[in-house]
């Protein structure tokens, strides 16, 4: 996942929606509410007690991944449902979560901050629509990739947005690349020219991840819409299409009864997809940036284990394009920690 700040573009290789990352606490009346969430959470969900802010979100950050990735082979057990009908549902259940969310975060103000931009500058709406597009297209193919054998396509994309995005700072915002990066940024090269010689090109699945969610980024950030209000208006606008989709699907609202099973499948899917995003929000809270966008990373390899669960297999040929990308992203992973630990030291002198 990738989070847009004003003068530059930091890297959060998240297959989910990156602004939606709200600030860290910033007074007692928000600390107050973040209080109570993860009180609920922790009700629900009983985790050992930590010492720190920091390991109950270390914990928090890896159990959202792995939700994200249950949600990934989730899909798969929807059936007949296919892919369109679950973007749907997913939609349909997440948006009066999100809804509640931000309000009960105290940061409604952002919805209504924007809403009033868009009435004296109409553009903005047209930027919505076209973010709005943009979100549920990623959306759609994270819930249709496992059910056409096309996981693994989707998680090589989710691999290479990171270096994508360095591209993107540099190229737009003329940002220089660590020696870390450039490396990194040579190994995942190596890795597509291997693609290109065996196939002749990427995967359009793989293309729309790496390349589709920078797109979406740099309009949020242009727009100056890269906070929860804009998230909000993004997922909104998707409900006509949500709806849209499940009625005129192959099973509409008229014919669940047919499958009853989806009477306890369809509120799970809601429930694993708004239980992600509660721990991705949290653990966005508690811990520093740097160490959250590390354990970002764990979500991709959960990806693979899962395409490869569902019966998916890398080529002898392939490997070649998946081994020096896992090796450009281990490499911004120690550059990471390097840098976390460099931070470490100079707080304690």
Request: aromatic content about 12%; overall charge positive; some cysteine.
């Amino acid at each position: 996942m990738a989070i847009i700040k004003q003068s530059r573009i930091t890297v959060k290789p998240r297959a989910q929606v990156p602004d939606m990352i709200p600030r860290h606490l910033q007074n007692d009346a928000h600390a107050d509410d973040h209080a109570s969430i993860e009180r609920l959470i922790l009700t629900a969900f009983p985790l050992p007690r930590y010492r720190t802010p920091v390991s109950k979100g270390i914990l928090f950050s890896v159990i959202g991944s792995t939700l994200f990735a249950v949600l990934y082979y989730y899909a798969t057990l929807l059936t007949p449902l296919d892919g369109e009908q679950i973007f749907g549902w997913r939609t349909l259940l997440t948006v009066p979560f999100l809804t509640a969310f931000i309000w009960w975060r105290g940061q409604e103000n952002m919805v209504w901050t924007l809403a009033r931009r868009m009435t004296t500058q109409p553009l903005l709406i047209g930027g919505a629509l076209l973010t709005s597009a943009l979100l549920g297209i990623q959306l759609w193919l994270f819930m249709w990739a496992p059910l056409h054998g096309r996981a693994l396509n989707v998680s090589l994309g989710y691999f290479l947005l990171p270096l994508t995005m360095l591209l993107t700072g540099r190229l737009l915002y003329r940002e220089r690349l660590t020696r870390w990066q450039n490396l990194a940024a040579v190994a995942a090269a190596i890795g597509v020219t291997n693609e290109f010689y065996h196939v002749g090109v990427l995967s359009w699945e793989t293309m729309l991840v790496a390349l589709g969610y920078p797109v979406y980024f740099v309009l949020r950030r242009k727009m100056d819409a890269a906070n929860l209000g804009g998230l909000w208006f993004d997922m909104a606008l998707l409900l006509p299409a949500g709806l849209w989709l499940i009625m005129t699907g192959a099973v509409g609202f008229d014919m669940i009864s047919a499958h009853q099973a989806l009477y306890g499948l369809i509120p799970l899917l809601g429930i694993l997809s708004s239980m992600a995003l509660v721990f991705y929000m949290l653990a966005s809270q508690m811990l520093p940036m740097s160490l959250f966008g590390l354990l970002g990373y764990v979500e991709p390899v959960l990806l693979v284990l899962v395409a490869l669960l569902l019966g998916e297999t890398i080529s002898g040929a392939q490997w070649m394009t998946y081994i020096p990308v896992w090796c450009a992203v281990t490499l911004l992973v120690i550059e990471g920690i390097l840098n976390l630990n460099r931070r470490q030291i100079r707080k304690r002198k």
